[in-house]
Nanobody, 126 residues
Framework: QLQLVESGGGLVQPGGSLRLSCAAS????????IGWFRQAPGKEREGVSC????????NYADSVKGRFTISRDNAKNTVYLQMNSLKPEDTAVYYC???????????????????WGQGTQVTVSS
């Protein structure tokens, strides 16, 4: 059974860093794309970043470019989201999700993703 489990969320001060993990089971990353999404209270869920499991090609939302880095460890079947220079507006529940990818690239569009984790809370506040 395909499953995604996020971890690593928490409370951090503005300018701080966090690393989120997304542990995948029931499938191998080679044939899938993994994306990170977030949803703040009262707002729609939005795409943050994605990575293609086989090629490692990445994609980022403009709001996080230069601050967030997505990576994967295929041996551990895990995808990471390193978040630096965090801002209060980054506060949200962060979700990882996956879809079986055909193309070498990935897209961070909600409609593409078929399987979702339960989410992890990230709060940026002083």
């Amino acid at each position: 059974q395909l499953q995604l489990v996020e971890s690593g969320g928490g409370l951090v001060q503005p300018g701080g860093s966090l690393r989120l993990s997304c542990a995948a089971s029931g499938f191998t990353l080679d044939y899938y794309a993994i994306g990170w999404f977030r949803q703040a209270p009262g707002k729609e869920r939005e795409g943050v970043s994605c990575i293609r499991g086989s090629s490692g090609i990445t994609n980022y939302a403009d709001s996080v470019k230069g601050r967030f880095t997505i990576s994967r460890d295929n041996a551990k079947n895990t995808v990471y989201l390193q978040m630096n220079s965090l801002k209060p507006e980054d506060t949200a529940v962060y979700y990882c999700a996956t879809y079986e990818a055909v193309q070498a690239m990935c897209v961070i569009a909600l409609y593409e993703y078929d399987y979702w984790g339960q989410g992890t809370q990230v709060t940026v506040s002083s």
